[in-house]
């Protein structure tokens, strides 16, 4: 059974980079066919897909945060990390790693962590 959890600062200040990482066992990233993606969950609002890294590396982008959004991973870990630039506070969310076999994780069928709460605030 894979497990994915979420870490990084629950609490970023707006302008700054927030970096958050997904620890996943039970699995290994690169591993075909799934695909791994952050989703997050503005309050008040629906889940909004971030971004997917493939088991080969290959990146996929939401257009409307491609321009402040970089996903990496480390094999060795097994972990993949989202790096989220300029944050403002509308970027307050809790944001979720998933695993699915589609490039955008499916909510009723996808594998996800936790969540964790970002939220920007000076």
């Known amino acids: 059974q894979v497990q994915l959890v979420e870490s990084g600062p629950g609490l970023v200040k707006p302008s700054q980079t927030v970096s958050l990482t997904c620890t996943v066992s039970?699995?290994?990233?690169?591993?075909?066919?799934?695909?791994w993606s952050w989703i997050r969950h503005p309050p008040g609002k629906g889940l909004e897909w971030m971004g997917t890294?493939?088991?080969?590396?290959?990146?996929f982008y939401s257009p409307a945060l491609e321009i402040r959004t970089f996903l990496s991973r480390n094999t060795s870990a097994n972990q993949f990390t989202l790096q989220l630039r300029s944050v403002t506070p509308e970027d307050t969310a809790v944001y979720f790693c998933?695993?699915?076999?589609?490039?955008?994780?499916?909510?009723?069928?996808?594998?996800w962590g936790q969540g964790i709460q970002v939220t920007v605030s000076s």
């Open positions: 998933a695993r699915d076999t589609s490039v955008q994780p499916r909510p009723d069928y996808a594998s």
């Open positions: 039970g699995g290994s990233i690169t591993s075909n066919p799934f695909y």
């Open positions: 890294i493939s088991s080969s590396g290959t990146t």
